[in-house]
């Protein structure tokens, strides 16, 4: 079929003028890569279908990300040859789409292409009818047939001519597919009783993943399972058993020790393909390193160990050098795995030879027992290249070499000081810079976090542009929020709500302004109104009034831990949020018919469910919410003020009231602070409070112990 055809009225010349630049014009990084490509591509819309149906052309669909490893090669090896190209380009409609920038289109493909081959992930490869129905997929097709996979001229020929000359199969298989997708996303259960008892079953569940030798859950590939972490942490803190916390700790030293950690820069990659953590996938998400921090600072919170300390530090570090924009607040999308197509994440490895030239004979010994840097390194399509990671602690280097620890430790901050100076003049992956709401609040949340437990207001104060920020560029009307900026788009999910609202939270409980908790309000009531299924209960992950095209036709409830916290669970923890800070029933009773919505199908989801169950025990047990109430610049009350916000208790809510600025308040914050004498600070939970804690030590101690059921012989 000629250009000329295919665009109506366009000369040959101005539609390829036009394909050359229809990706150009998107403000998706992802999208942009591909608009040199001598495929034929469109974006997501209206437009690709009207014309898969016109020509009657199966829809090619491929979903993928700017920090994607195998995107890039499945890009160079198939998407910029010519030869397959042009197989696309005759026979299907191409659509490209980024993951980030459209994570409901991507969850409902990933689902489908899922029921047909048993797995998922990027890039994802589906093949659709006009009307957008999946009936084949899979993840990488390789350019050829090899090691036992077709390759992609094959599969393209084949779905092809299926298409045309066996629609019965075809659209039999769309069927098929799209009932699978029904039962998945649109899924729902019985409403169950809520109970301890589920949250038991999942704390159990998570502890049967449990890795003891290496840390972490399940085998390789291995990822962080942050908020399997927060619910272990948290039924630590109230039930006291040591085999939670040591799952917590093991996890977390493991991590940071191996190779999914950066020894050099801070920060996390996404995940470990191995057991051992040693060998990642390089690209770091903003998504994955948040979560990460509030892990690391609640550890340090409970144990007071340096190491936790010393990796949230480091975390923060990387954020702030790399991911974030300081100078108008905003936390980066992520930093890719490599700088090319064929690289391997080899900004971020080393050859011997390498750290040899840049280090001293003493630093480099000291270095190379410490990360094991030898001439045979980790990495598999280049076995001379090392991936740091923790093998050797400083006092077992130290006693091989006879030193002292201390400098040992001394000379391995001079030997990583030159590295990194080193690995900075090298070619630095592409680092994503969209801001995206939800990923945002997720950080903000945990620089607030951060800054309870450590007090550098610096942390503080850039979570509070960056919140401002998002509020200014990607909201309509205050109350709803847009995914990226609204000049971009006007696409806005469950979970960009649900993560800025409980960000709001954060920023009143550490600046006491109560115009944030009424910017939640705004914000979870309109969800409610737009996102809630009134009929079953729960929130779907588009406005409900949203119609869509294809896959989109179809709804969806968002519970599961896949890769960010499963939205549903975090409405429902900022609901409970509101209830205690507000005392409006409404909240309250809104997250308990959400949470016996899910309670049936969640059960066997496990640590893959944590953020529900995280959800579900402080809906059982309110954490306590800690009133303080003083008159301006009272050294006492701010130091009961600031000693509320540095004790962790999971789930725990600050609020520092002015006893004469008390109207507007929640009738029980009322009655304690017009009972104002002194400094005073109320921690109270589940409709009743400890005594009055007028001093700093006092209050350490009630938070401590309110709330957490007393050891048998006391």
Excluded at 290 to 301: D, I, K, W
Excluded at 506 to 523: G, R
Aim: charged fraction near 25%.
């Amino acid at each position: 079929m000629s250009l000329s055809v295919f665009f109506g009225t366009m000369t040959p010349s101005h539609a390829q003028q036009d394909l050359k630049n229809r990706l150009a014009r998107e403000s998706s990084a992802y999208l942009r890569s591909a608009a040199h490509q001598p495929v034929n591509w469109f974006s997501w819309g209206d437009e690709a279908f009207r014309v898969a149906k016109s020509q009657n052309k199966p829809i090619l669909l491929d979903i993928g990300a700017v920090w994607c490893h195998w995107c890039h090669v499945m890009d160079a090896e198939s998407y910029e040859n010519d030869s397959i190209a042009s197989l696309i380009n005759k026979h299907f409609v191409a659509v490209k789409v980024d993951r980030d920038e459209r994570p409901d289109i991507d969850a409902r493909y990933q689902a489908g292409v899922s029921a047909i081959s048993g797995q998922g992930g990027w890039p994802l490869t589906a093949f659709l009818t006009p009307d957008g129905r999946v009936f084949y997929g899979g993840t990488y097709f390789p350019p050829e047939d090899r090691h036992g996979r077709p390759g992609f001229p094959r599969i393209l020929q084949v779905l092809s001519e299926t298409f045309h000359k066996d629609q019965d199969k075809v659209l039999q298989n769309a069927d098929y597919v799209e009932d699978a997708l029904r039962n998945y996303l649109a899924k729902s259960s019985d409403p169950v009783e809520l109970s301890e008892g589920l949250v038991d079953s999942a704390t159990s569940a998570i502890a049967h993943e449990y890795d003891a030798r290496y840390g972490g859950f399940g085998s390789a590939p291995k990822f962080p399972h942050s908020s399997a972490v927060e619910l272990l942490l948290s039924r630590y803190d109230r039930l006291g058993e040591q085999w939670m916390i040591d799952i917590v700790t093991n996890t977390l030293r493991r991590m940071a020790r191996g190779g999914i950690y950066d020894q050099l820069g801070g920060g996390f990659h996404r995940y470990s393909t191995d057991e051992k953590w040693v060998v990642p996938h390089f690209e770091k998400m903003l998504y994955d390193n948040a979560p990460l921090l509030n892990n690391y600072v609640h550890s340090y919170q409970l144990t007071h160990e340096k190491f936790f300390l010393d990796i949230s530090l480091d975390i923060v570090r990387f954020v702030n050098n790399v991911l974030s924009d300081q100078a108008d607040g905003g936390f980066y999308a992520s930093q890719d795995a490599d700088v090319s197509p064929g690289d391997d994440g080899t900004y971020f490895t080393w050859k011997m030879s390498d750290a040899q030239n840049i280090l001293s004979a003493e630093e480099f010994q000291v270095a190379q027992l410490h990360f094991n840097i030898y001439e045979a390194g980790e990495m598999h399509a280049d076995t001379t290249q090392n991936v740091l990671f923790q093998d050797k602690d400083t006092d077992v280097v130290a006693s091989i070499l006879k030193m002292t620890q201390g400098d040992v430790e001394r000379i391995l901050e001079s030997a990583k000081q030159k590295m990194l100076q080193a690995r900075g003049k090298r070619k630095t992956p592409y680092v994503d810079t969209t801001i995206y709401s939800s990923w945002n609040g997720m950080m903000v949340s945990a620089y607030f976090e951060a800054y309870k437990a450590l007090g550098d207001e610096r942390l503080k104060n850039f979570a509070l542009k960056t919140l401002k920020r998002i509020l200014r560029e990607n909201t309509i009307e205050n109350e709803f929020v847009t995914h990226r900026a609204s000049a971009h788009g006007k696409e806005g999910f469950l979970d960009d709500q649900v993560e800025i609202a409980n960000a709001l939270l954060d920023a009143y409980e550490v600046t006491t302004e109560s115009a944030y908790v009424k910017q939640a309000q705004a914000i979870m009531d309109a969800t409610v109104s737009r996102f809630w299924d009134e009929q079953d209960g729960g929130f779907f992950d588009v406005p409900k009034d949203q119609t869509g095209i294809g896959a989109l036709r179809i709804t969806h409830k968002p519970i599961q831990d896949s890769p960010t916290a499963g939205a549903n669970a975090m409405a429902f923890q900022v609901l409970n949020r509101l209830h205690v800070i507000t005392s409006e029933a409404k909240y309250r009773e809104y997250a308990e018919r959400g949470l016996k919505h899910f309670a049936g199908s969640v059960q066997k989801q496990g640590m893959f469910a944590a953020t529900y169950f995280l959800a579900l025990d402080h809906f059982l047990t309110p954490p306590p919410h800690v009133v303080v109430v003083s008159i301006d610049n009272d050294a006492v009350g701010a130091e009961l003020y600031r000693t509320a916000l540095s004790i962790f208790r999971p789930g725990k809510t600050v609020s520092h009231v002015h006893p004469s600025r008390s109207n507007d308040l929640p009738a029980t914050i009322k009655a304690m602070a017009q009972s104002f004498t002194k400094p005073v600070a109320f921690v109270c939970s589940n409709y009743s409070c400890a005594p009055p804690a007028y001093d700093a030590e006092t209050l350490v101690a009630t938070l401590k112990s309110f709330g957490k059921p007393v050891p048998i012989g006391r």
